[in-house]
Nanobody, 122 residues
Framework: QVQLAESGGGLVQAGDSLRLSCSFS????????MGWFRQAPGKEREFVAA????????YYADSVKGRFTISRDNAKNMVSLRMNSLKPEDTAVYYC???????????????WGQGTQVTVSS
């Protein structure tokens, strides 16, 4: 049974940093692309970042490029999202997701976590 569980969300001020973590288990997710998506109130879920199974390649949405860093540790079954210089527009529920190939389309991801709330105050 595949399970993804996010943690690390919270309330921060603009300019602060936050680190989200996602623990995964089941199947061979260590061979999957792991991604982060986010969904703000009233908006569609959007791609944030993804990392290939071995951490060799990382992909970012333009809105977070240079501020967010995705990484993974397959030995610990963990993927992380380091978020720096947070802005109020980063406020959203952040979801961890897994897929067996890279894509930025949420419809193609097979497995999802329950999400963790990130709120950035101005």
């Amino acid at each position: 049974q595949v399970q993804l569980a996010e943690s690390g969300g919270g309330l921060v001020q603009a300019g602060d940093s936050l680190r989200l973590s996602c623990s995964f288990s089941g199947r061979t997710l260590s061979r999957y692309v792991m991604g982060w998506f986010r969904q703000a109130p009233g908006k569609e879920r959007e791609f944030v970042a993804a990392v290939t199974w071995n951490g060799g390649s990382a992909y970012y949405a333009d809105s977070v490029k240079g501020r967010f860093t995705i990484s993974r540790d397959n030995a610990k079954n963990m993927v992380s999202l380091r978020m720096n210089s947070l802005k109020p527009e980063d406020t959203a529920v952040y979801y961890c997701a897994a897929n067996n190939y890279y894509t930025d389309r949420r419809q193609n991801y097979d497995y999802w976590g329950q999400g963790t709330q990130v709120t950035v105050s101005s």
